[in-house]
């Protein structure tokens, strides 16, 4: 009884670990994983298994901004179990990042984008034992080329964080709740009048959309964008496009 007891605030109870084929991931790309878990000191019913992709938010609220974790997808694993004393079961998993998952692999002086997998166990009267898995998150082709091209046009990436919220534009919009800005300086004087401008990108499977920001010394903020098709991928003619844009 004492045991049981235990077991039922977390206490020897069952842990679960995921354990990822690899950290290293693109945001739309498939990943697998084994999910490993270890029975405690007594058996325990597992209800329910859940794997979460998270990120950190910015939150800009009535009494400033703060920081919040977000979740931008989440997977159901199997049903129920039993798990015995000491026992390990071991579960295959696939599945494929949102297509919307944030750059973390980024060359900012201030960066605060952070993505990770939490994997938790539903235990009856249980305190949920957890598991979080960081990801290195790369860009795809179309954001490496849009980063190459702001600096080839005198632009340098001072910082990078992930807001929550929705981008909407005429020909797209955002649906993971939450979006990334990259916010970029003229190396020197204002470039094109520009003091400041931030880019955010919502990928889809074969083209990726760019809002942009544009911050002017005596026009104000404004809005532009543009979509890099995945199969016409040109750096000299997206460095053409992002000139008459902010001209």
């Known amino acids: 009884m004492f045991k049981k007891i235990l077991a039922s605030v977390g206490i020897g109870a069952a842990k679960v670990d995921t354990v990822l084929e690899t950290e290293h991931l693109h945001p739309g790309q498939k ?4 999910i490993v878990i270890k029975g405690g000191d007594v058996s325990q019913e597992v209800t329910g298994l859940e794997l979460a992709l998270m990120t950190r938010v910015k939150v800009e609220g ?3 901004e703060y920081f919040s974790n977000h979740v931008i ?3 159901r694993v199997g ?5 015995g004393p000491g026992e390990e079961k071991v579960i295959p998993f696939e599945a494929r990042l949102h297509s919307e998952t944030p750059i973390t692999e980024i060359n ?3 960066n605060r984008c952070h993505v990770w997998i939490e994997t938790g166990l539903d235990i009856d009267l249980a305190i949920d034992p957890s598991d979080k898995d960081a990801l290195h998150i790369y860009p795809n082709e179309a954001v490496k080329a849009c ?5 080839r046009l005198g632009f340098h990436l001072v910082k990078a964080d992930v807001e929550k919220g929705y981008l909407r534009a005429s020909e797209f919009q955002s649906v993971s709740g939450c979006y990334q800005e990259l916010e970029y300086r003229p190396n020197s004087r204002a470039l094109f009048g520009l003091q400041e401008v931030e880019l955010s990108f919502v990928p889809e499977a074969h083209r990726t959309h760019v809002l942009i920001e544009l911050d002017r010394a005596f026009r104000g903020d404004g809005y532009v964008d543009l979509t890099i098709e995945h199969d016409h991928v040109n750096i000299s003619q997206l460095c053409d496009q992002l000139e008459r844009l902010f001209s």
């Open 31 to 34: 990943f697998q994983a084994q």
């Open 62 to 64: 009535e009494d400033g």
């Open 73 to 75: 997808d989440r997977w």
């Open 79 to 83: 049903n129920n179990f039993t798990i």
């Open 108 to 110: 900012a002086g201030f």
């Open 147 to 151: 980063m190459t091209a702001m600096e």
